[in-house]
């Protein structure tokens, strides 16, 4: 499974969704769009949006969402085991 997390400097949401992953271990590579206008055009261009934290999983995007959503879409998909 392959995760790039789109986030921006001093992002609460951004740093709520780094810290879930870092928590369960799971492997994600971080692309700071406050640092890139590549990594903005590149975000932009895969969500239609330009609202952060945005994350491409194996291709499927999920945009403008916080640590709830994250932890849901990765349970429903089984990568994190739900009680």
């Known amino acids: 499974m392959k995760i790039i997390v789109y986030t921006k400097t001093n ?4 740093a709520e969704v780094l810290d879930l992953l ?3 271990n799971i492997p994600f590579e971080e692309r700071n ?3 890139s206008r590549e990594f903005m055009k590149e975000m932009i261009d895969k969500s239609d ?8 999983i194996d291709g499927e995007v999920l945009a403008d ?8 879409y990765l349970k ?7 009680l």
């Open 65 to 72: 969402v916080g640590a709830d959503e994250v932890e849901a």
């Open 11 to 14: 992002c609460g949401w951004c």
């Open 22 to 24: 870092l928590e369960y």
């Open 76 to 82: 429903e998909k089984g990568v994190i085991k739900g």
């Open 33 to 35: 769009v406050s640092e």
């Open 49 to 56: 949006q330009s609202l952060a934290p945005t994350l491409d």
